[in-house]
T-cell receptor, first 113, second 111 residues
């Protein structure tokens, strides 16, 4: 069983829809939770990160962490065609060594105009 | 602009040949990483280095080798011992924060 499981997708939604992307994990030691966005044939870029449980909002994006359920989510409001990409969740025990995070397999999102 | 540069963007390898992928960063980051990404799969760690002249194996190091002679450079060699090298390779760096910065990747194909 993988340490991090991500809803596989692919996901296709109309422009303006609310999107929910989800990951579950088994390692209770994870404290830092990241979401990366990866456009086709490009490297991932950090979208948001959250420490421990709670919500964090940045514009149209909200990251949510529920450590008791070992479940994290990324919500995208008013989705745009430019949001079409693969979204990767990542988790880390330590703040240092971010590159050693454990990644999910990614969910590919397509937002149709 | 600060960032990570990977070269080449596309690379073709013949059977039995070693090839080296370049990764250079000007972010002054101590830690650097190499990942492999296969279609529909997440990132799998090949090697990582936290300081110059030191590096550690990741989850899938067999058939790969690295060096870290300079802080800004972390080349990856895909050796002939790697039986299934066709993949997208990503280099990353970090510096004591939650964010890892990634390069644009090298797509390696065996011909």
């Amino acid at each position: 069983q993988k340490e991090v499981e991500q809803d596989p997708g692919p996901l296709s939604v109309p422009e303006g829809a609310i999107v929910s992307l989800n990951c579950t994990y088994s390692n209770s030691a994870f404290q830092y939770f990241m979401w990366y966005r990866q456009y086709s044939r490009k490297g991932p870029e950090l979208l948001m990160y959250t420490y421990s449980s709670g919500n964090k909002e940045d514009g149209r994006f909200t990251a949510q962490v529920d450590k008791s359920s070992k479940y994290i989510s990324l919500f995208i409001r008013d989705s745009q065609p430019s949001d079409s990409a693969t979204y990767l969740c990542a988790m880390s025990v330590y703040l240092t060594n971010a590159g050693k995070s454990t990644f999910g397999d990614g969910t590919t999102l397509t937002v149709k105009p | 602009d600060g960032g990570i540069t990977q070269s080449p963007k596309y690379l073709f390898r013949k059977e039995g040949q070693n090839v080296t992928l370049s990764c250079e960063q000007n972010l002054n980051h101590d830690a650097m990483y190499w990942y492999r990404q296969d279609p529909g799969q997440g990132l799998r760690l090949i090697y990582y280095s936290q300081i110059v002249n030191d590096f550690q194996k990741g989850d899938i190091a067999e058939g790969y080798s690295v060096s870290r002679e300079k802080k800004e450079s972390f080349p990856l060699t895909v050796t002939s011992a790697q039986k299934n090298p066709t993949a997208f390779y990503l280099c990353a760096s970090s510096m004591g924060r939650a964010e890892a910065f990634f390069g644009q990747g090298t797509r390696l194909t065996v011909v």
